[in-house]
């Protein structure tokens, strides 16, 4: 593990700082309480805005959601009806389809007015994955593991600078009623829509070693306190280095698996190896959810920042007026798929 190699440069960044010395009184900041906006709109009928008010840094209490806010959004210059769900969230009501702009003002008593503006973009595709086992040397492990390796091929539009997320999600199986399945219900796949089952999704980590679209760091980087953690396993990535080409993802996540006996066609049965159902989400975002995943990524993943020894890059955003962001996106989902392997087969 790199965890002894952060430490040594903790100490040896620790002892240069030690004729250093600064005066911050926290308590000369002073900052007024501004209206915090997200708003994620994509393709559909509905989009869900979320308000709350901001917290100065020189005060104690808690952010809180704002109930009582007037908001306009407007597709195109056309206004959407708002229903206010009396928690902070607020619902736009209106159709909206690719290439849509989007605008969007907060207002709330004794708050500077809160406004941002995205677009709605287009749905990139993306093939069907495949699974396979692979051993892979893992950096952050600094030794060779088993890995399951799933793989999914898109094309990047050659006319346009385009910014991408991508996750990988897996699925158990229950039948109707609870009964837990493992990773497969009677040979079934997970399903959207199905009478006898019921999928259970889960976000996965992946491991960014085989995939260099997502993956910056190497050893050194480790070592001096970076890492690869991901913003709820939301991976973001650009196409500057596949702009116009087809390309295929390597997704590396930990190998976890089940036995599943079944009857061959010769009527011999066989035990085989069986990983969870995997499907990659792959999402076409905007340049500013882009830069403000990115940002947020780069402080939780830098350590020496977190213990004091090095810069923290402040968070990005769109809203004019106050703090969050405005994105527009769109996602498409794979079908799922699996790893199988017979591995005994008897009469």
């Known amino acids: 593990m790199r965890h002894h190699y952060t430490l040594f440069i903790y100490i040896l960044a620790a002892l240069s700082l030690t004729s250093c010395k600064d005066d911050f009184d926290i308590n000369k900041i002073q900052s007024n309480p501004k209206l915090i906006l997200y708003c994620m709109p994509t393709a559909g009928n509905t989009t869900v805005i979320r308000l709350t008010r901001s917290l100065p840094v020189n005060t104690k209490g808690s952010i809180t959601p704002v109930t009582t806010a007037h908001v306009d959004y407007t597709v195109n210059g056309k206004a959407a009806e708002i229903i206010n769900m009396g928690d902070g969230t607020y619902k736009a009501v209106a ?11 907060a207002y709330a008593d004794s708050l500077p007015v809160a406004s941002a503006s995205t677009t709605i973009l287009d749905a990139i595709t993306i093939d069907n994955p495949s699974v396979k086992k692979v051993h892979l040397y893992s950096n952050y492990e600094e030794q060779a593991e088993d890995f399951y390796q799933i793989t999914a091929t898109f094309t990047d539009p050659g006319d346009t600078k385009d910014y991408y997320a991508v996750q990988l999600v897996s699925a158990i199986i229950t039948h109707k009623g609870g009964i837990l399945t493992g990773t497969d ?19 996965r980590h992946i491991y960014l070693d085989s995939e260099p679209l997502l993956s910056g760091l190497g050893q050194i980087d480790y070592d001096f306190g970076y890492d690869d953690n991901d913003y709820e396993h939301f991976y973001v990535f650009t196409d500057d280095d596949i702009n116009g080409k087809t390309y295929t993802l390597h997704l590396n996540v930990w ?74 996106y769109h996602k498409t989902k794979t079908k799922w798929a699996r790893y199988e392997e017979i591995i005994q087969t008897w009469k």
């Open 95 to 105: 159709h909206q389809q690719v290439g849509d702009h989007i605008h969007i003002a």
């Open 185 to 203: 219900a009677e040979g079934e796949a997970p399903s959207d829509n199905t009478d006898k089952t019921d999928t259970t999704e889960s976000v």
């Open 255 to 328: 190998r976890e698996y089940n036995n599943e006996t079944i009857t061959s066609s010769d009527g011999s049965l066989c035990n085989k190896e069986v990983s969870p159902y995997y499907r990659v989400v792959l999402y076409h975002i905007t340049p500013e959810l882009y830069h403000f995943v990115h940002s947020i990524g780069s402080l939780d993943n830098n350590d020496l920042a977190k213990a004091g020894l090095s810069n923290i890059a402040p968070s990005y955003g769109n809203v004019k007026g106050g703090i969050g962001m405005t994105a527009g």
